[in-house]
């Protein structure tokens, strides 16, 4: 009955562009927040950044400047814009919801290899 489902990933070079989508239900994505995360080869799983229902934007001091996270509400649908992408960018990402009194939500991931 609950979707929520990543798309955009890729193999890229040095200083290319991606953009990744996150598809959910109405009834976890509407008034919460969003976000991404990504985990490397270290298999940590840092946050990349998070967009309140509002539209406010929160990010991670590696992506600053480079990417953008974004909402399109009528959609129910959260967005990654990457650019100037470098290898150490390279990871699985994860998009996640936060629930009021409810379990996180978790989508599958998908890959981003930044490679020449």
């Known amino acids: 009955q609950e979707q929520l489902v990543e798309s955009g990933g890729g193999l890229v070079l040095p200083g290319g562009s991606l953009r990744l989508s996150c598809a959910a239900s109405?009834?976890?994505?509407?008034?919460?927040?969003a976000g991404w995360y990504r985990q490397g080869p270290d298999n940590t799983r840092p946050l990349v950044a998070f967009i309140t229902s509002s539209g406010s934007a929160t990010y991670g001091d590696s992506v600053k400047g480079r990417f953008t996270i974004s909402r399109d509400n009528a959609n129910n649908t959260i967005y990654l814009q990457m650019n100037n992408l470098q290898p150490y960018d390279t990871a699985k990402y994860y998009c996640k919801i936060w629930r009021r009194g409810q379990p996180d939500y978790w989508g599958q991931g998908t890959q981003v290899t930044v490679s020449s």
């Open positions: 109405r009834s976890i994505f509407s008034g919460n927040v």
